[in-house]
């Protein structure tokens, strides 16, 4: 049993697979805490993929299996295996310091996606339909996930699409070299094909011809409102008023977004020989990627902070430069320079010192009085963010200071029946987390509509024996192998090559595999000490005390050396790391394994 | 003597990353300053500290590493310098102010200089061939180049800094073959308008290197081994064509070593920012030389200064605001680049003492 969705009558014990023991069903606060706090990968996934498992089926070379186990969470995991912005290699215990690099966990996600068998067979956990009726507007990867999530709990969910294809900004966003678009097709076709009903071409808003969501609202049980971000934030530029959009000030000047939906929408788009791309996320990179390939001979990303502070990947950013695109920090465009046709020659810019932070991580920079320069360029692409727009609702709702709707408890709007999800309630993120923050509001709807709650429970299963070696901590990450430069010119070629069996298996086995749980069971130690001389690090503490939250995570270690004072030997999870010595070497065998992860049960 | 007490009057800890002139430097004006003080150079290098500036000579005669180092051992014994060698700094915590080495040995400091100066930068679009690259920015580097130099040899350059260019005027000396693919990066750190640049070219042509315009052939796109039967390395052009070397080394300007301080909340932008006293953000961690940008005032930018009389400068300057001073730092650098009594070219960031 395992993932979201399965369904337990009740908590308790239950016979596992292998016949092999008992898995356990614990609601015990302390078993959630200890998954939250020591699975750091999956605590850190906006969806809650359960990472450490499908690594290690990978490492199996069960890849179908890695597949299903991914798809639980999110449903798209060939295409999140290409472009997520992987939070959880940033939490990746691997890359603490002093244990190496993170474990590459989505060049491993898209892995299980390519290597699972051509015939591979998916599972579905279907409910009895309930007879609801659910409207989705927009088909992103919020909107995707959503109807895909309702309707395996039964409901008749219908998704209205303005443009002519499903997949929002994974089709219109994100260029082709970095996700192909035949898998995109495929697996948009496997979310929807249960029976959810798509409309493209549609538009919902409150102009002419198009459907009002108050006719959705009248039409069906609950809409859901998974629009996005689509209009671009605005440059303020000096001399001009703000809000305006430069795009029709200035013939070279483009915005990010547009300018990549334009071009996925089949426009024939140009660019100037040096191109100057202002912005720090994943789309600015994508633009200059891009006008690289439409022929800018000189591509310049213009930073407002410095590339330690922004919020891409670093393969992105590797893959980036070695396409010869610079980046050059410290710097906040002030003004444009045009010719005397209109034509843009140069931006101006502020010299930049570093400030503090904003509220959410990111870091501020300050302009520098009186440090203007101009860097000149013949095409200027803003990719400075994404906003929300709410003109097309034919009724007033409720919207937060930023101008993003605001949702209650249970993900509705202050409509009675509207709910939202995605980016067009938080603001500009990543698919994972608009996936993510969407089947959190689908599984609210599925509550709102027939009552049905449901519960995290901590799943229990007993491991036979330790699964990873010593020597797998010597085993460097693989890197992913990509085209070669000179390939690189076509807008369609794919840049990243997948790992192939071997890269695979080999960066699979790096994993720590957090989600085993060694104990010792106190009343059966005999205080040998034989497993802390085996340890390979401080991971084996004596403890006297530890304070465990309110959340079910503990505290610091209250270590001590004295033997009277010694309350539980522990097995410190922030330097296990699962090799298992310990458990060999037990004369009693006191030391239990057990695979531990969250599963969702209704009731 | 209560704890408190024995706390106050416990030796300031001073650490220092990086074993070059900046931080030998502050080394020597740390102990002169702080008698009492602990400390201590960490580095990942397995030699003390040796004169980068000679390795040139390594062509002319061979030479024992002996011969380069620009202090003997007994120096830090009696100057009380602990120097850790072969040691890689991993990360710094700032907010416990340790340094975190490879092997996981933590070393506390009270206040930290970074001067790891930097490393040869490769272009991304070469990383790949950078298996095929000789360098030439440590003694091991310089020494395994000749090795694999035959006499007479040809020598591919690419880029063609500064420091490329010093080592060019000795290839030249001992008639080996000099070939330079120009890039922008030729003549870095010296920056040079069109005209000065094409008559700095007719310089390098007229002491007997030979020019492949890099940017007509539009750069180069990789490095292969050479062909049984011929010269070690091929170099290919975006454009077509190709020139062979039997080696071939990357001369593209330098690259702050920062990397182990991402993540510690001082401020970086390429190299660690700093003010003009060369403190960063952390007023616990100071740069100097090549890591460090400092805010330059007359320029309303962060700016790199190179060149041995600098980084000399600033590893007196923080060590003496480490130590409780005020002092700022002010460029002595001869930055133009000149000609000698041949018509060749010679540089003020050629000059050591």
Known sequence: MRGDHASTEKTGPSPDKNGQGTIHYSDDPRDAGWVRQNIPCQTACPAGTNVPAYIRAIADGRHGEAYEINREANVLPGVLGRICSRPCESACRHGWAGNGDPVGICNLKRSAADMKDARHRITERLYAPTGKRVAVVGAGPAGVAAAYDLSLLGHDVVIFEREEKPGGMLRYGIPEFRLPRPLLEIELHNALRLGVQLRTGVTVGAGKGATRVSTLLSDFDAVLLATGCMAPVHLPLRGLPDGTDLSQHCQDVEYGLGFLVDLHRGQNKRVGRRVAVVGAGFTALDCARVAKRLGGQEVTIHLRTSEEYIPVTSEELFETKREGIRIKGLRTPVALRTDENGRLIGVEFVQNRLGGWRDNGRRLAAPIEGSEFVEECDTLIIAIGQRTVNDFLDMRVEVGRSGNVRIAENGMTSVHGLFAAGDYVGGASTAIEAIGHARQIADKIDTWLVGRKRRRVVSMEPVAAPLRQPAHDFIPRQHMPTIPLPERHQLTREVECGYNQNLASEEAKRCYLCDLRYQINVDRCIYCRACIEVAPRNCIKLVHSVEIREDGTHGPLQETKEWQKVAAIWIDNNECIRCGACFKVCPVACISITRNHFVTVDG | ?353
């Open chain 2, 1 to 353: 003597m209560n704890a408190s007490a024995s706390l106050a009057t416990a030796p300031r800890r001073y650490v220092i990353i990086g074993n070059g002139v900046a931080g030998n430097q502050a080394a020597e004006l740390l102990r002169e300053r702080d008698p009492e003080c602990q400390v201590t150079i960490i580095t990942n290098s397995r030699l003390l500290f040796y004169n980068r500036y000679l390795l040139p000579q390594l062509f002319k005669g061979h030479q024992s590493w002996h011969a380069f180092l620009a202090n003997p051992p007994e120096y830090y014994v009696n100057k009380r310098i602990k120097v850790l060698r072969d040691c890689r700094v991993v990360g710094v915590d700032t907010r416990n102010k340790q340094v975190k080495l490879a092997h996981n040995e933590p070393v506390s400091y009270d206040a930290l200089l970074v001067a790891t100066g930097g490393r040869g930068h490769l272009p991304e679009e070469l990383v790949e061939c950078r298996h095929l690259f000789h360098h030439f920015g440590t003694y091991e580097a310089a020494l395994a180049m000749r090795k694999a130099l035959p006499e007479k040899g040809t020598v591919v350059m690419l880029g063609g800094d500064m420091i490329g260019l010093d080592l060019a005027r000795t290839l030249l000396s001992i008639e080996c073959r000099v070939v330079l693919v120009t890039h922008e990066s030729t003549f870095w750190p010296h920056q040079l308008a069109p005209g000065e640049r094409a008559d700095a070219l007719a310089a390098l042509e007229k002491m007997g290197i030979e020019l492949i315009d890099g940017d007509a052939r539009g750069g180069v796109t990789s490095v292969e081994a050479g062909a049984p039967g011929l010269p070690g390395r091929r170099v290919i052009f975006r454009q077509g064509g190709d020139v062979y070397g039997d080696v071939v080394m990357p001369f593209y300007g330098l690259t702050p070593l920062v990397e182990f301080m991402v993540g510690s909340g001082t401020d970086i932008e390429r190299g660690l920012l700093v003010n003009t006293g060369l403190r960063t953000s952390d007023p616990h961690v100071y740069a100097a030389g090549d890591v460090c940008q400092i805010w330059s005032e007359q320029d309303h930018a962060y700016r790199f200064y190179y060149g041995y009389k600098n980084v000399r400068a600033m590893g007196a300057v923080a060590a003496i605001n480490m130590t409780g001073g005020h002092e700022h730092f002010a460029t002595t650098q001869e930055e133009t680049l000149g000609r000698d009594g041949q018509g060749h070219i010679d540089s003020p960031f050629w000059a050591y003492e």
